[in-house]
């Protein structure tokens, strides 16, 4: 006659030893508790669980129980919720050569009725696990990374060419709250590449008309609209509520007024620029690197740097661009990868092409240097002379 | 026996829109010559009274030459020269 499913528990209590919890609690106090395997299904591991528990469900236990326990002389207590499933999950892993595996007795529902400590896990709601399941699958990312994305803010100056498609994606990774500095209305010329806008949108101001593009995209993301353009006065102000900025600025003052922002804040800068068919990115960690002056310590002068409103630019190079910019800023969000702090990316999108200069910090930099005197100035004065008293004036 | 010079959009009038020209090595102050010599006008866009513009970086072999010798760094057969300004586009 086949084993019931008493005669399997009973098999199993044979082989497997039980702990009481309050054993367990003790040794998990003074910081010498075994490795505990929860293998509760997901909604009962929400609810609570052993402190520093592990959760794989009893359906994957088998396979997953060698990355978390890679010696099969560890020992291990597994707990489900009354010592049942964990008793046959412990058995298993018995079968598969754990040698010191033992059971919770009475499981967490025992635990819990003896007042011993319980983790309730921070959680996605199920819409979240759904909406942000492909970024879960990711090692490097994972729930707690996705978390990580919901609570982050990332600053983003400029709704245009490169603001768009990094305001997009951000918005879709799930950023919290993301805010969208522009003073500017959305122009029919701006449709070739700046893809948050729409035609109806004409005439709207771009940080609203972007709002209403990632609401329709993803509503949990909060969206700052600071219609106005930045300067001295409200920088740090704005900066320093921000985890990241995202420079998609389309001016040198601004630019240079936002490098020294982020050094005073300590707030990360992902950098990137775009004329024509090149493109530039690169991302400035305070004092953890160069900064934005050590590469560029002054602006060229006008007719050596050209706007994108006077020389054009291919629109797609607008979302190879922001969209490295969307990567960086996750990177720096979740302390994750390589970033291309130390490095300029440059993008030639005619010949296909991607080239990485080396960019050093800079012993005599005039912002982040040992001997810089760190203020913000009026950059738009300096950037207009900058160029017109030492330029040779040759016209190309 | 040539390098390669990356020339940005910004100078590429000079160069009749070329991208990228090829120089003899030598070092970034000879290279410059040579490009005045063929685009006139040039070194005057990136040099002046004999240094190198401070608004204008030059990479070789993907180094930035103000932390090598500046303009009188060595340019070796096969390596690239990269001429950046900085680009306010976004």
């Known amino acids: 006659m086949s084993p019931s499913y008493q005669d399997l528990i009973a098999a199993a209590r044979e082989v497997i030893p039980e702990v009481e919890p309050a054993d367990v609690a003790s040794r998990v106090a003074s910081g010498d508790g075994p490795l505990i395997i929860d293998v509760r299904e997901t909604a009962e591991w929400d609810q609570g669980h052993l402190p520093g528990a592990v959760h794989i469900p009893r359906g994957f236990l088998e396979s997953r129980i060698g990355g978390t326990a890679p010696d099969s002389d560890q020992e291990i207590l597994v707990s489900c919720a009354s010592g049942q499933r964990s008793l046959l999950s412990a058995q298993t892993l018995h079968h598969m050569g754990f040698t010191n595996v033992t059971n919770l007795a009475g499981g967490f529902a025992r635990w819990k009725q003896n007042n011993h400590p319980v983790e309730v896990p921070r959680i996605l709601s199920a819409a979240q696990r759904s909406r942000y399941s492909r970024h879960i699958l990711i090692p490097e990312v994972g729930e707690e990374g996705q978390m990580k994305l919901l609570d982050s803010k990332a600053l983003l100056i400029g709704a245009g060419g490169l603001g768009s498609p990094a305001a997009y994606y951000l918005a879709a990774a799930g950023i919290g709250t993301i805010g969208l500095v522009d003073d500017d209305e959305v122009d029919e010329s701006n449709l070739q590449r700046q893809i948050i806008h729409t035609t109806d949108r004409v005439g709207m101001n771009k940080g609203e008309s972007a709002k209403q593009a990632i609401a329709a995209l993803n509503p949990e993301v909060q969206v700052n609209v600071h219609p106005f353009r930045v300067n001295r006065d409200n920088v740090l102000d704005l900066v320093s509520q921000y985890d990241v900025i995202v420079d998609g600025a389309d001016n040198f003052p601004t630019r240079y007024l936002l490098a020294d922002a982020s050094l005073m804040t300590k707030t990360p800068l992902v950098h990137a620029s775009i004329l024509r068919f090149e493109g530039h990115a690169s991302v400035f960690n305070p004092y953890d690197g160069p900064c934005y002056r050590c590469l560029f310590p002054e602006p060229p002068p006008p007719d050596l740097a050209p706007s994108c409103g006077e020389a054009g630019v291919l629109g797609v190079l607008c979302g190879v661009m922001g969209n490295i910019q969307a990567t960086e800023a996750i990177k720096v969000l979740l302390g994750i990868g390589d970033t291309l702090s130390g490095r300029l990316l440059i993008y030639d999108a005619l010949g296909m092409t991607f080239t990485e200069l080396k960019v050093r910090r800079d012993p005599d930099c005039p912002s982040c240097g040992p001997n810089a005197d760190l203020q913000l100035r009026d950059y738009e004065a300096w950037c207009a002379g900058v160029g017109s008293h030492d330029h040779a004036g040759v016209s190309a | ?90």
């Open chain 2, 1 to 90: 026996m040539s390098v390669t010079v990356r020339i940005p959009s910004p100078l590429r009038p000079l160069t009749g829109n070329a991208g990228t020209v090829e120089c003899a090595p030598g070092t970034v102050a000879a290279i410059i010559d040579e490009l005045e010599a063929n685009h006139p006008g040039f070194r005057d866009r990136v040099t002046q009274d004999g240094k190198l513009r401070r608004f204008v970086n030059v990479f070789v072999a993907g180094q930035d030459v103000r932390f090598e010798q500046g303009i009188d760094t060595a340019v070796a057969d096969g390596q690239e020269v990269t001429i950046l300004p900085a680009v306010a586009g976004g």
